[in-house]
């Protein structure tokens, strides 16, 4: 079983930047990839950004250049890195892992309202 606390949520500017982090209670180094999904109002959840152990990453095409995914083994964390957020990139946003045994494990979610 793991568990993921996702922090760094909030209100920010149009423009303005945030950085999300998701901590695992057990070392990620059992995981297969590691991602971020996001869910507003009216919405599907969606991928945003994916990170595999190897390091590969992929991208949402509507996040290509403005947010960057990363991972620490070390601390057991994985971050996004969101710059120039616009208002539609307000959602809840959650953290999933997916082990190599292919079990699936996803964080409570942390609110990102963009919003002037």
């Known amino acids: 079983q793991v568990q993921l606390v996702e922090s760094g949520g909030g209100l920010v500017q149009p423009g303005g930047s945030l950085r999300l982090s998701c901590a695992a209670s057990?070392?990620?180094?059992?995981?297969?990839?590691m991602g971020w999904f996001r869910q507003g109002p009216r919405n599907k959840r969606e991928l945003v950004a994916l990170i595999t152990s190897g390091g590969s990453t992929n991208y949402a095409d509507s996040v290509k250049g403005r947010f960057t995914i990363a991972r620490d083994n070390a601390k057991r964390t994985v971050y996004l890195e969101m710059n120039s957020l616009r208002p539609e990139d307000t959602a809840v946003y959650y953290c999933?892992?997916?082990?190599?045994?292919?079990?699936?494990?996803w964080g409570q979610g942390t609110q990102v309202t963009v919003s002037s």
């Open positions: 999933r892992v997916v082990g190599f045994d292919a079990r699936i494990y």
């Open positions: 057990t070392s990620i180094l059992s995981i297969a990839n």
